[in-house]
Structure formats: structure tokens, C-alpha cells
């Protein structure tokens, strides 16, 4: 272990030098360092459903006119042969690139200072974290460098961001928009996701994105698409009609107890509450459920996403993908990749040994199984992959909780607090993975601040419920929006 931490003290030291030299010209850096990259020519806006719209693009999302560096020294000077089928989609709808977001290096990361670009700032308050690992496109959207950003989403990697610059955060279901052109953490846990200002932005932007596509076979199918529509409208037919006046008085709301735990900020509980009180005005009923393994989600997601990782980072060794080094496969790894994605990479080749994937791995995919069966036991819409998982109709339709424990915290004291247990970096995704590990859809949007800071609260919902989400999402959001405090963005 001394050997470990030893040489991962070295790494450390040998990364700081690359990034002294590094000679990578970022022409739209901003003061937040959130966009670091641009295309070489502005392109011109063609007619379409987001004609004129400005697209950041996270870094580890391909397109033909930028580098695809998923912030890493490895991939530093890599273009992609072909678009992703995300940016193909907006492009093809009218949409202009604006440039490249910042992220942790290969999305390994809940603060984006984990990359060869360099930390992004939060816009609220330079000295706090802007959240990650798609911090990037958070903190362009809340300063306006661009009205969307295009992120991926494996623990929260879009929603933690979306609540700390105060912008809406938005992961759809597994397999609702293509991942072809996402450089792969957690395969199983990756989701394309979008950031924005408002619900209404986003939700115009997915329904551009929620297609089939046969460059992704985990993708749905038109056929479960439809499906999914078929069994949103049987499950609530017998429903009250949303009216003027109470436009959700047909949802019915889950609030966690689980989700109660002492780490919560008084902030962040005070809106918790409020935002309850609003949604029980705009028509819901509200009610307390139970997600009996929710305590066991945080380490059994990074047990399956660790292992998902080093099998996913195997391609990176200067042969197939990655800058040759001359240094031989493992010194040129070393010497490429930051020590976070080092020590990802290393846990999770321990964990799928035979012995370790006993005692570790085999545990951590029941965990996530039960997680699903919890999440299907308290909606009232049966999972269009799992039929017979709900409870029949008597279920909720949305779960609310907060984003994240409190506001951004100062980047000096997280960097202490992992200084002292390597283990609390890792804690921050404690609200958000639940939603990757089951598969379903979240959103973050802007409600309650903390000393001038913003807070999110986060909704959720089952597995091809997004539209319904987004609803209430919008509700929420509008409820707040008026009293929300101000970025300054000049």
C-alpha cells in the first residue's frame, strides 16, 4: 500500500509537468475555463426545430469538428472519424456548436478539476466546485456560452453539476437517446444527458435526441416506445383531470425516507419541505415511501462502474486509441493518464478477479437488481422491461429528493476532507446514482439556495416515464424561478 501511495504521489508530480508543457490551444476559454475547445470556423444555423440554438458538447461526446480529449493527455490531439448520433440529431435540427465543455478526466470525477484543461469554476462563487463530472457544460449554460449543453450522466454526472450552478440538469432513461459517439466509463450506467437554463429548453432538445438508432444496441426500439406510451396512458385513465388551477392534480408524489439522513443541510431540508408544500398546491398528492437498499447504492454503484471502467480504459494503450508514448504499453498509460482514472482503473481490475468478483462484484449486481425491485415496487407504472414490476396503478409517479446534501462546497475543503479519507470524494453521488443503477429517468432543477448559492431538488421516475417528469419538472421549476436569486453574467 506504501508502494501505492507512493507512486501515485509520483504520477501526481509527472501529470503536473504535462501540464506545464502542454501546448493545446483552447480559443473560447473562459474565465470559468468551462469551454475549452472550439470549431474552426463559426458555423451558420440552418432551419429546423433548434435553428440557431448554441451547443456545448462534453468533451467525451464525438464530433468531426472538435477534439474528442475526454480531458486526458491521452487523447489529447484525437478527432473523431464520425459524429455521434447525439450531435448528428441537433445538428441535423438546426443547432451550432459553441464548442467543447470541460470535464474530470473520462467523466472519473464529481468536481471537473480532475482534467488537462485544468479546473472549471463555478460561476456562482469562483472558489467553489462546479460539479462533475460535466461541469463544464454547467457552468457554460449558467454563464449563457451557450443555451444547451450536451452531457453523459453515469452517477449524477449531469444532475450534481445542474444543481450547483443552478441550471436544470436532465438524464433520461437508459437507452432513450443513443450513446453511439459516448466514450464509454460505465456502460451500463451511461446516459446522454442535457443541461440548460430552463425544462422547456430541455425537453425541446430531447425530443430532437429520443429516437431509435440502430448504431446502439441498447437503444429502444420504435416498438418499446410505443409500448411505453401504451402503458403510461392505460395506467392513468381513470385519473382527475389536471386542471387551471391544479395542473398536476393527477401525480402523486414519493418523498424517500431513506433520503433523510443527517448529512442534509439545513438549506437543502428547509427546501426539501417547501418544495413538497409546492407541489401539494399545484394539484399532488404527497406521500412518504420506503426504497429499502437505497443506503447500499453508493458502494455497489462504484463496485459495477469501477469494473465497467477498467475493461471500458483497456483500448486507451497508444495503440488502438491514445498518444504513443515509446514508453511501452503500462509506462505509457502511467505516464498519460491523471492519477484518479489510475486508481479507478486499478480498483476495478481488482474487483473483477475471481476472488474479488465473489466477494465484491457478485454482491454489488444483486444490490442493483434489489435497487430496481425497489424502485418498481413504489410506482404506479409497471416497467415496460420488467412487466408486472409495479404495484398495479396504487403506486406514486415521481420521487422527490434533494440533488445533492447541501450547496457547492469550497474546493479547498474538499480537497482536505479527501486528504484525509479518499473515500469522501466519492460521497457526493450519494443522491443520483439510484437512478443510473435502476436505469430510470432524473431531472435537477433550481429550487431553494443556501447563503446566495442554489440548491436542486431532484425528481424521478419510472424506467420511459421522462415526459411525465419533465411536467412535474417544469411545474417545480417556474414555482421557484421567481424568487430564485440572480447570476450575475456580465
Known sequence: ??????????????????????????????????????????????????????????????????????????????????????????????AVLAGATNMDEFGMGSHTRDSMHGRTANPWDAERSAGGSSGGGAAAVARGLCRVAVGSDTGGSVRLPAAWCGVVGFKPSYGRVSRAGLVAYGSSLDTVGLLARTTADVRQAFAVLAHPDARDMTCMTAHTRHRISHLCHTTRQDRPNPTGALPLAHVRVGVPAECWVHELSDACTAAWRQACHVLQALGCSVERVSLGHLQSALPAYYTVALAEAASNMARFDGVRYGEPSGMGVRAGRAALLGAEVQRRVLLGTYVMGVEARRRFLGPAQRIRRLVQRDMDGVFALPNAMRPGGGPGGRGVDVLLMPTAVGAAPLVSEETAEEGRCRAAGYVTDVMTVPANLAGIPAVSVPFGSDRGLPLGMQLMAQYGDDHLLLDVAEHLEAAWAARAPRLNTT
Open 1 to 94: 500500500m506504501a508502494a501505492l501511495q507512493l507512486n501515485l504521489r509520483g504520477l501526481s508530480k509527472h501529470r503536473a509537468m504535462l501540464l506545464r508543457r502542454r501546448s493545446y490551444h483552447h480559443p473560447c476559454a473562459d474565465t470559468l475555463n468551462a469551454l475549452v475547445g472550439a470549431p474552426a470556423a463559426p458555423a451558420r444555423p440552418t432551419p429546423g426545430e433548434l435553428s440557431g440554438w448554441t451547443i456545448g458538447l462534453k468533451s467525451n461526446i464525438a464530433s468531426t469538428l472538435l477534439r474528442t480529449t475526454c480531458g486526458s493527455q491521452a487523447l489529447q490531439t484525437y478527432t473523431s472519424p464520425g459524429d455521434s448520433t447525439a450531435w448528428r440529431l441537433l445538428q441535423q435540427a438546426g
